[in-house]
């Protein structure tokens, strides 16, 4: 499968934004997707993860409450509504897939073995 970011941009604290990651290729249903972000000088950091029918979600504690992951298998997409940004929210975000990741693992970026390229949230104060 391959994946295709978007939905970034640059807007003001306290705004919202929604990333959409498009997958191509494969069956998309088998696949649980996680979305991470890297700013400058930072490591790759996990966001948010949903499993392969949607029916778990897991986020991290700097997003819990303000973001929500979803997915639609018939469209092939998995969103990120990202609301009540942070200045502290600014980086390249970036979708992932595996098949065989488990619940363990959602947060590790190496149990994902497709990427998408990523896009750039700028959240000004």
């Known amino acids: 499968v391959q994946l295709q970011a978007s939905g970034g941009g640059l807007v003001q604290a306290g705004d919202s934004l929604r990333l959409s990651c498009a997958a191509s290729g494969g069956t998309f249903r088998s696949y649980t997707v996680g979305w991470f972000r890297q700013a400058p000088g930072k490591e790759r950091e996990f966001v948010a993860a949903i499993r392969m029918n949607g029916d778990f979600t897991y986020y991290s504690d700097s997003v819990k409450g303000r973001f929500t992951i979803s997915r639609d298998n018939a469209k092939n997409t998995v969103f990120l509504q990202m609301g009540s940004l942070k200045p502290e929210d600014t980086a390249v975000y970036y979708c992932?897939?595996?098949?065989?990741?488990?619940?363990?693992?959602?947060?590790?970026?190496?149990?994902?073995?497709?990427w998408g390229q990523g896009t750039q949230v700028t959240v000004s104060s």
């Open positions: 992932a897939a595996s098949r065989t990741v488990i619940l363990s693992a959602l947060r590790d970026f190496r149990s994902y073995n497709t």
